[in-house]
């Protein structure tokens, strides 16, 4: 079954201790990206990645991290995470970009900050 | 600055009737346009798409309309059903993938 896979789909951790959230898409997509979704300001791209080792900054890249080491992951890292990073969290991913290639999601991270 | 828009953050309407939820957007350079449908615990998921040259798209059951005058777009969704209840977000795209989401719709079907 083609699938945009994350992990943790839950988790609640403390300020500085950093945590990884995972994604892996079986559809061998070139294009994936990050998403975080908070209340009242929809979603928001944090991070792209048009191609293995190609990453770029979306609209609030501001204390993440990724890579793309490789076409089927792209991992999001959270070095020192602070509670304004509480949020519901997406990754994406299409064949390429521009009309006719949506972008399949996952079914969401909702990492808590304490 | 870029930013897509609902116009009304809730849409209740009896099951049998159609729907139309609206957006309107401020970029014109956008190439395409997505309507998205979210439901409770899940991802985005990909309803109907139309370039930026196109003014009417059909699905099945589901029609796109967009006016470049204006910047709107809308979603008509034909015999609402219980199954069609969601969040439902329209964004804009361009060449680099990059896309921005409206606020989101939801939609509310009564039995």
């Known amino acids: 079954e083609a699938q945009v896979t994350q992990n943790p789909r839950y988790l609640i951790t403390v300020t500085g201790k950093k945590l990884t959230v995972t994604c892996s898409q079986n559809?061998?997509?070139?294009?994936m990206s990050w998403y975080r979704q908070d209340p009242g300001l929809g979603l928001r791209q944090i991070y792209y990645?048009?191609?293995?080792?190609?990453?770029d900054k979306g609209d609030v890249p501001e204390g993440y991290k990724v890579s793309r080491k490789e076409k089927r992951n792209f991992p999001l890292i959270l070095e020192s995470p602070s509670p304004n990073q509480t949020s519901l969290y997406f990754c994406a991913s299409s064949p390429g970009t521009g009309s006719g290639q949506p972008q399949h999601f996952g079914d969401g991270t909702r990492l808590s900050i304490l | 600055g870029e930013s897509v828009g609902l116009h009304l953050p809730t849409l209740s309407v009896q099951e049998g009737d159609n729907s139309i939820i609206n957006c309107a957007y401020s970029?014109?350079?956008?190439?395409?346009f997505i309507w998205y449908k979210q439901e409770s615990g899940k991802g985005p998921q990909f309803i109907i798409d139309?370039?930026?040259?196109?003014d009417k798209r059909q699905g099945q059951r589901v029609t796109v309309l967009l006016n470049k005058t204006v910047k709107h777009l809308s979603l008509q969704i034909a015999a609402t059903q219980p199954g069609d209840s969601a969040v439902y977000f329209c964004a804009e795209g361009g060449n680099t993938g990059k896309l921005i989401f409206g606020q989101g719709t939801t939609l509310q079907v009564k039995p």
């Open positions: 990645s048009m191609n293995v080792e190609v990453t």
């Open positions: 559809m061998n997509h070139e294009y």
């Open positions: 970029n014109s350079a956008s190439d395409y």
């Open positions: 139309i370039r930026s040259n196109m």
